[in-house]
């Protein structure tokens, strides 16, 4: 009877609390994961006020940012093979049922390589009677593979070759792909800009970039906002705005070059607001931001003693292997990859914390693409009906 009586009791005190609106903001706030988050806004449509209000996205993001799931690695080189995924150990329970939609297996037969991975968006090459492209989206149910226009092929005059060429996708109200393709012809270099519309691919621009500003060798180049930054001389970034259709340059911080004396990467602020650079020199990892015309020393890391812990605890990693940077383009949070010898090294530069997560097959080293958890999540349509407590067991 006790019991019976303590049950009523106990559902008005959780009543109470939850019919207050910022204590249940503060319960939302620390559920953990967008999953369950956007599981908790099915309740009622006063939960789903508060979990899609963009102030309370913006404290959510910042208390947890968007999960490294894992990486794909693309290894080409080695087999004809779908790209690997490898999972980033270990794995909340919660997410597991999500990773294990990750993988390329129904694809093998089209050959499947990676150009782009951004918010849950995989851009793929396929290859059949005829190169095609495709965007797989594993984090979304009945996603699939959706296939999209081959990339376009400029027409371009005699003595000329393409020097590179890039797809970039970028997050709005859904995803827009924008195609790079560089042309070199007697050391002068232009950038060739398509972007798809109405399910096809549009030229956006054409740049003369000239001599001085010949990209480096196979750069990354990485889309912000409207702007797109690509490693260019020695010591420059070429900026294209995609808005005014002009570039610029910017220097890269003083003492920092790009090539055999460092590696350096370019990576997407998370806010979409800025670039990061990062940069390694022997064992010294840096990394600056630019926002408003300058760069900004936001963390410098030693690796020497991580590296030697490393070696100890796997005789795999071998000394006199120097450490490189990944490419990898990224919305940069707490991590970033390294390479050192044939191995992938995660660091996770919030923790202080170095691991070998991945050994190549090969001698070549492929590219990487960490995969992360979709932000924002995307919250379902669902009619409600009024309720006046809502309970929901996370």
């Known amino acids: 009877m006790e019991g019976d009586s303590q049950t009523p009791r ?22 953990g994961f967008p999953t369950t988050l956007v599981r908790a806004a099915l309740v009622c449509k006063r939960w789903l006020g508060h979990a899609s209000e963009p102030a309370f996205l913006r404290r959510f993001r910042k208390l947890h940012p968007p999960r490294l ?3 794909y690695i693309d290894d080409r080189y080695c087999d004809s093979a779908p790209p690997t995924f490898v999972r980033m150990l270990p794995q909340p329970a919660e997410l597991s049922a999500i990773v294990r939609r990750t993988n390329f297996s129904a694809y093998r037969r089209l050959s ?29 149910h009945g996603g699939g593979l959706t296939i999209v226009p081959s990339l376009p092929r400029p027409l371009l005059p005699l003595g000329s070759s393409c020097t590179f060429r890039q797809v970039l996708s970028k997050q709005g109200d859904g995803l827009s792909y924008y195609y790079l ?3 070199s012809s007697n050391q002068e270099y232009r950038m060739h ?19 001085l500003l010949r990209p480096r060798s196979k750069p990354k180049a990485v889309l ?28 890269l911080p003083q003492g920092v070059e790009h090539g055999s004396r460092g590696t350096t990467m370019l ?31 936001v963390d410098s890391i030693c690796l020497h003693e991580m590296c ?21 383009v990224v919305d940069y949070g707490d991590f970033v990859f390294l390479q050192m010898g044939g191995c992938v090294l995660h660091l996770d530069v919030r923790c202080r914390t170095l691991r070998k997560v991945y050994e190549y097959r090969s001698t070549h080293l492929g590219d990487i693409h960490p995969f992360t958890m979709i932000w924002p999540p995307a919250f379902p349509t669902v009619k409600y009906e009024s309720c006046k407590v809502c309970l929901l067991v996370f």
């Open 69 to 71: 799931l894992g990486f």
């Open 112 to 140: 499947p390589g990676m150009l782009d991975c951004r918010n849950g968006s995989v851009f793929t090459t396929l290859y059949t009677d005829k190169s095609a492209l495709g965007v797989h989206r594993p984090l979304c």
């Open 193 to 211: 800009v398509y972007m798809m519309q109405d399910g096809s691919w549009r030229r956006h621009h054409l740049l003369d970039i000239g001599q």
């Open 181 to 183: 393709y560089v042309e």
């Open 267 to 297: 990576s997407r602020a998370g806010d979409a607001s800025g670039v990061y650079l990062i940069h390694v020199k022997e064992f010294q990892l840096r990394i600056w931001l630019r926002k408003e015309d300058n760069w900004l020393l």
């Open 308 to 328: 030697a812990n490393l070696r100890k605890s796997d005789s795999t990693i071998k000394n006199g292997h120097n450490v490189l940077l990944m490419d990898q």
């Open 10 to 31: 106990a559902a008005v005190i959780v009543s109470k609390v939850l019919e207050d609106d910022d204590l249940l903001v503060e319960i939302l706030l620390h559920v």
């Open 224 to 251: 912000v906002g409207n702007k797109i930054y690509m490693a260019a001389g020695p010591t420059n970034i070429v900026v294209l705005d995609l808005k005014t259709l002009s570039f610029s340059t910017v220097q």
